[in-house]
């Protein structure tokens, strides 16, 4: 018998959940009330994975085909309309995106990388800023780093196609695909502040050190900000962080952390959506 969907991500994601490492201990960090946090390296990886669980990407996959809503939005259970004057104002945004000239990256761009996705999803992801490649295509988190992010996201039900909408903290690339500076980061982060607004998100996912430290405002390395729920903005939306896919593609040994991660996300997701109901 061939392997699950699910299993095929994890196999991306260089997850084997069913060899396991005896003799390793869960570490403790911050999480809310019953919710599992994130594990260090040394858990166990082969955990005994709920039939549930076994089953989520499939149920994803069989109900896309047949039209019905994703298993995400089941259990977030807030449908939304996205009125005429919601989607005028996300053209209005994204026109005056492209024509941005308020920092100096506006000289060597192709285009501009506004976003991609859902604008009704309950999931935001958030790097860091467009590289080569998504400055040609304008579109974030293309490439090997957006093919393993895509992995990551499906591993947990969700699709940039159907319910996750994807954006950078940068709608430019900076040169040598370098750090954002602090000035060029003032100037592009309103964009995404009424992104946010617009969208209205359940949960936000900071992949990667600079979005994590340029959204929560700090200098923590992230390490310190791994398994905790943080918050962003006036409406305190959930925040969790986790490993750049860039990164993992550079240190595979992390995967299993950025897993870690992701379960709790969709755990902490899961809280939110079942208290709101």
């Known amino acids: 018998?061939?392997?699950?969907?699910?299993?095929?991500?994890?196999?991306?994601?260089?997850?084997?959940?069913?060899?396991?490492?005896?003799?390793?201990?869960?570490?403790?960090?911050?999480?809310?009330?019953?919710?599992?946090?994130?594990?260090?390296?040394?858990?166990?990886?082969?955990?005994?994975?709920?039939?549930?669980?076994?089953?989520?990407?499939?149920?994803?996959?069989?109900?896309?085909?047949?039209?019905?809503?994703?298993?995400?939005?089941?259990?977030?259970?807030?449908?939304?309309?996205?009125?005429?004057?919601?989607?005028?104002?996300?053209?209005?945004?994204?026109?005056?995106?492209?024509?941005?000239?308020?920092?100096?990256?506006?000289?060597?761009?192709?285009?501009?990388?506004?976003?991609?996705?859902?604008?009704?999803?309950?999931?935001?992801?958030?790097?860091?800023?467009?590289?080569?490649?998504?400055?040609?295509?304008?579109?974030p988190f293309v490439g090997r780093a957006g093919q393993l992010l895509d992995a990551m996201l499906h591993a947990i039900g969700l699709s940039r196609d159907s319910n996750v909408y994807v954006a950078n903290i940068l709608k430019c690339r900076p040169p040598n695909n370098r750090d954002p500076r602090p000035d060029e980061v003032a100037c592009c982060m309103p964009y995404l502040v009424r992104q946010i607004a617009l969208l209205q998100p359940r949960l936000i996912l900071a992949v990667g050190r600079i979005a994590a430290q340029n959204l929560l405002g700090t200098t923590a390395p992230l390490g310190r900000l791994r398994g905790q729920v943080h918050s962003f903005g006036e409406l305190n939306t959930p925040l969790i962080v986790t490993y750049h896919p860039a990164y993992l593609l550079r240190t595979p040994a992390d995967k299993r952390k950025a897993w870690e991660d992701l379960k709790f996300a969709r755990a902490v997701f899961r809280q939110l959506a079942s208290q709101a109901q």
């Open 1 to 139: 018998m061939g392997a699950s969907l699910r299993e095929q991500y994890l196999q991306v994601l260089g997850i084997d959940v069913w060899v396991p490492r005896p003799g390793a201990f869960a570490s403790v960090v911050t999480a809310p009330a019953g919710v599992q946090a994130p594990v260090t390296e040394q858990t166990p990886v082969a955990e005994q994975v709920p039939a549930e669980e076994r089953m989520f990407v499939k149920e994803q996959a069989v109900g896309a085909r047949e039209g019905r809503p994703s298993a995400m939005t089941v259990v977030a259970g807030r449908a939304r309309e996205t009125s005429g004057d919601v989607q005028a104002a996300w053209d209005q945004l994204r026109a005056e995106v492209s024509a941005c000239v308020k920092c100096g990256l506006h000289s060597a761009r192709t285009q501009t990388v506004f976003g991609v996705g859902n604008t009704r999803a309950e999931w935001l992801v958030v790097g860091e800023a467009p590289g080569a490649e998504e400055d040609r295509k304008g579109e």
